[in-house]
């Protein structure tokens, strides 16, 4: 099984569209969470860090259910320019991060 | 601060060649990793380091080699260089900050072994 699986899309949404991604965990030793995001043949960015409570940073937020082993991005009024691949990613502690395999955004005019 | 550095951009090796990957970053991070990166398979990591002199393996450490003689540099040798070795390859550096661990990308290294 996956350390961390995430649904590969693409999502095709209208600009000014609100979306939605999730991903799941499978070590519930697992201890900090982030999103990244990619964008075609280029690094992984990080996007924002991912708390218990849920936090948010703009247009975006992010929500962790570790009951669920379960954490979630939502993207509010969606630009062109958030178009990308969003990258899932759970840290074990040290320096051990596991990525998911990435959900691609497409965001059309 | 040029951030985390790679070089070559761009490789073509031919089975059985080695070479190295070459890392570097100047913001003093702790931590570095390398990682991989094949369609549909997100990143790999294989091999990373906590701090100058210590390595260890990740999740596909065969047929890579590393050291860590400098806080800077983390290179990443291919010992013999295999066509399923074809991929992206990316190293990252990161720091602790509040017991939450923040990771920097460099611009990664396209390798292609025929």
């Known amino acids: 099984r996956k350390e961390v699986e995430q649904d590969p899309g693409p999502f095709n949404v209208p600009e000014g569209a609100t979306v939605a991604f999730n991903c799941t965990y499978s070590n519930s030793a697992s201890q900090s969470f982030f999103w990244y995001r990619q964008d075609c043949r280029k690094e992984p960015k990080l996007l924002m860090s991912?708390?218990?409570s849920g936090n948010e940073d703009g247009r975006f937020t992010a929500q962790l259910n570790r009951a669920s082993q379960y954490i979630s991005l939502l993207i509010r009024d969606s630009k062109l320019s958030d178009s990308a691949t969003y990258l899932c990613v759970v840290n074990r502690g040290f320096n051990k991060f596991y990525f998911g395999s990435g959900t691609k955004l497409n965001v059309k005019p | 601060n040029a951030g985390v550095t790679q070089t070559p951009k761009f490789q073509v090796l031919k089975t059985g060649q080695s070479m190295t990957l070459q890392c570097a970053q100047d913001?003093?991070?702790?931590?570095m990793s390398w990682y991989r990166q094949d369609p549909g398979m997100g990143l790999r990591l294989i091999h990373y380091s906590v701090g100058a002199g210590i390595t260890d393996q990740g999740e596909v450490p065969n047929g890579y080699n590393v050291s860590r003689s400098t806080t800077e540099d983390f290179p990443l040798r291919l010992l013999s260089a295999a066509p399923s070795q074809t991929s992206v390859y990316f190293c990252?550096?990161?720091?602790?900050?509040?017991?939450?661990?923040?990771?920097?990308f460099g611009p990664g290294t396209r390798l292609t072994v025929t």
């Open positions: 913001m003093n991070h702790e931590y």
């Open positions: 990252a550096s990161s720091y602790e900050a509040s017991g939450s661990y923040e990771q920097y």
């Open positions: 991912v708390y218990s």
